[in-house]
Protein backbone atom coordinates (compact mmCIF):
# COMPACT_ATOMS: atom_id res chain seq x y z
CA UNK A 1 0.00 0.00 0.00
CA UNK A 2 1.28 3.61 -0.51
CA UNK A 3 2.81 5.47 2.45
CA UNK A 4 2.55 9.23 2.74
CA UNK A 5 5.62 10.91 4.16
CA UNK A 6 5.28 14.69 5.14
CA UNK A 7 5.91 16.89 7.74
CA UNK A 8 4.38 20.07 8.37
CA UNK A 9 6.14 23.20 10.28
CA UNK A 10 4.98 26.46 11.46
CA UNK A 11 5.85 29.19 9.53
CA UNK A 12 5.92 33.07 10.06
CA UNK A 13 4.10 33.42 6.87
CA UNK A 14 3.47 31.95 3.65
CA UNK A 15 5.06 35.27 1.95
CA UNK A 16 8.33 35.11 3.98
CA UNK A 17 9.25 31.53 3.32
CA UNK A 18 7.82 31.64 -0.54
CA UNK A 19 11.51 33.81 -1.49
CA UNK A 20 13.40 30.63 0.08
CA UNK A 21 11.36 28.18 -1.28
CA UNK A 22 12.86 29.61 -5.03
CA UNK A 23 16.89 29.63 -3.57
CA UNK A 24 16.23 25.83 -2.71
CA UNK A 25 15.34 25.07 -6.24
CA UNK A 26 11.42 24.83 -5.56
CA UNK A 27 9.26 25.87 -8.31
CA UNK A 28 5.89 27.15 -7.84
CA UNK A 29 2.89 24.50 -9.71
CA UNK A 30 -0.17 25.78 -8.23
CA UNK A 31 -0.51 29.22 -7.26
CA UNK A 32 -1.97 30.39 -3.61
CA UNK A 33 -5.74 29.00 -4.10
CA UNK A 34 -8.99 28.07 -1.80
CA UNK A 35 -9.23 24.58 -0.70
CA UNK A 36 -11.67 22.92 1.12
CA UNK A 37 -11.24 19.63 2.91
CA UNK A 38 -13.90 18.04 4.91
CA UNK A 39 -13.45 15.42 7.04
CA UNK A 40 -16.01 11.99 6.94
CA UNK A 41 -16.95 9.61 9.75
CA UNK A 42 -19.12 6.98 10.65
CA UNK A 43 -20.07 7.36 14.58
CA UNK A 44 -16.42 7.39 15.02
CA UNK A 45 -15.35 4.36 13.60
CA UNK A 46 -12.45 5.55 11.35
CA UNK A 47 -11.54 8.17 14.63
CA UNK A 48 -11.22 5.02 16.53
CA UNK A 49 -8.73 2.71 14.44
CA UNK A 50 -6.84 6.23 13.64
CA UNK A 51 -7.95 6.65 10.02
CA UNK A 52 -9.47 9.16 8.07
CA UNK A 53 -11.39 10.33 5.30
CA UNK A 54 -11.05 13.51 3.12
CA UNK A 55 -13.35 14.39 0.57
CA UNK A 56 -11.29 17.63 -0.81
CA UNK A 57 -11.53 20.38 -3.45
CA UNK A 58 -8.41 22.55 -4.33
CA UNK A 59 -7.30 23.57 -8.04
CA UNK A 60 -10.61 22.71 -9.96
CA UNK A 61 -10.19 19.25 -8.73
CA UNK A 62 -11.98 16.27 -6.06
CA UNK A 63 -10.14 14.05 -4.60
CA UNK A 64 -10.98 11.50 -2.28
CA UNK A 65 -8.74 10.12 -0.15
CA UNK A 66 -8.37 7.53 2.95
CA UNK A 67 -5.39 7.65 5.72
CA UNK A 68 -4.43 4.91 7.98
CA UNK A 69 -3.04 5.01 11.42
CA UNK A 70 0.25 6.55 11.42
CA UNK A 71 3.29 4.59 11.71
CA UNK A 72 6.10 5.44 14.68
CA UNK A 73 8.66 8.14 13.60
CA UNK A 74 10.34 10.72 16.18
CA UNK A 75 10.21 13.45 13.27
CA UNK A 76 8.02 12.43 10.14
CA UNK A 77 4.26 11.37 9.45
CA UNK A 78 3.74 8.62 7.75
CA UNK A 79 0.95 6.73 7.05
CA UNK A 80 -0.66 4.37 4.22
CA UNK A 81 -2.63 6.44 1.79
CA UNK A 82 -4.89 5.83 -0.62
CA UNK A 83 -6.52 8.62 -3.27
CA UNK A 84 -8.33 8.67 -6.45
CA UNK A 85 -10.41 11.51 -7.95
CA UNK A 86 -14.00 12.48 -8.01
CA UNK A 87 -16.04 13.53 -10.93
CA UNK A 88 -18.82 15.08 -9.08
CA UNK A 89 -18.69 16.46 -5.38
CA UNK A 90 -22.01 16.33 -4.99
CA UNK A 91 -22.77 12.59 -5.92
CA UNK A 92 -19.54 11.40 -3.80
CA UNK A 93 -21.18 13.31 -0.58
CA UNK A 94 -24.35 11.37 -1.31
CA UNK A 95 -22.31 8.12 -1.85
CA UNK A 96 -20.84 8.65 1.46
CA UNK A 97 -24.13 9.63 3.65
CA UNK A 98 -25.35 6.72 1.97
CA UNK A 99 -22.85 4.59 3.28
CA UNK A 100 -23.54 6.10 6.79
CA UNK A 101 -20.80 8.28 6.56
CA UNK A 102 -21.14 12.12 8.38
CA UNK A 103 -18.78 15.17 7.64
CA UNK A 104 -17.22 15.58 11.14
CA UNK A 105 -15.30 18.42 9.93
CA UNK A 106 -15.12 21.53 7.74
CA UNK A 107 -11.93 23.57 7.47
CA UNK A 108 -10.92 26.14 4.18
CA UNK A 109 -7.48 27.49 3.79
CA UNK A 110 -5.43 28.63 1.26
CA UNK A 111 -2.68 26.57 -0.56
CA UNK A 112 0.27 26.95 -2.70
CA UNK A 113 2.30 24.40 -4.44
CA UNK A 114 5.91 24.21 -5.31
CA UNK A 115 7.85 21.23 -6.06
CA UNK A 116 11.40 19.93 -7.05
CA UNK A 117 12.48 16.91 -8.12
CA UNK A 118 12.20 14.51 -5.23
CA UNK A 119 10.06 17.22 -2.47
CA UNK A 120 6.80 18.90 -2.76
CA UNK A 121 6.10 21.96 -0.58
CA UNK A 122 2.69 23.26 0.29
CA UNK A 123 2.41 27.05 1.84
CA UNK A 124 -1.13 27.02 3.99
CA UNK A 125 -2.77 29.45 5.43
CA UNK A 126 -4.97 28.06 7.93
CA UNK A 127 -7.83 29.56 10.95
CA UNK A 128 -4.78 28.26 12.79
CA UNK A 129 -1.81 30.59 11.41
CA UNK A 130 0.57 29.26 8.24
CA UNK A 131 2.16 26.73 7.66
CA UNK A 132 4.72 24.52 5.18
CA UNK A 133 3.82 20.75 4.83
CA UNK A 134 6.85 19.34 2.65
CA UNK A 135 6.12 15.83 1.24
CA UNK A 136 7.81 13.36 -0.77
CA UNK A 137 11.03 10.80 -0.40
CA UNK A 138 12.02 10.57 3.66
CA UNK A 139 15.71 11.90 3.28
CA UNK A 140 14.60 15.01 0.90
CA UNK A 141 12.12 15.74 3.69
CA UNK A 142 15.03 15.43 6.25
CA UNK A 143 17.27 17.52 4.27
CA UNK A 144 14.80 20.22 3.49
CA UNK A 145 13.53 20.24 7.15
CA UNK A 146 17.19 21.12 8.26
CA UNK A 147 17.62 23.79 5.47
CA UNK A 148 14.29 26.21 6.87
CA UNK A 149 14.48 27.89 10.02
CA UNK A 150 11.36 26.58 11.60
CA UNK A 151 9.58 24.88 14.16
CA UNK A 152 7.54 21.29 13.65
CA UNK A 153 3.71 22.51 13.99
Given amino acids: ?3 ETEIKLRIPSCEALAPLLSALGFRETSPAQEEISVLWDRAGELLCHRSALRLRSYAG ?9 VVEDPLLKIR ?40 EACLD ?23 MDVAPG
Fill in 61 to 69: ATRLTWKGP
Fill in 80 to 119: PELETGVENLEVMEGILRALGYEPVLRMVKTRAVWERDEL
Fill in 1 to 3: MPL
Fill in 125 to 147: RTPFGDFIELEGDPQAIRLGYTS
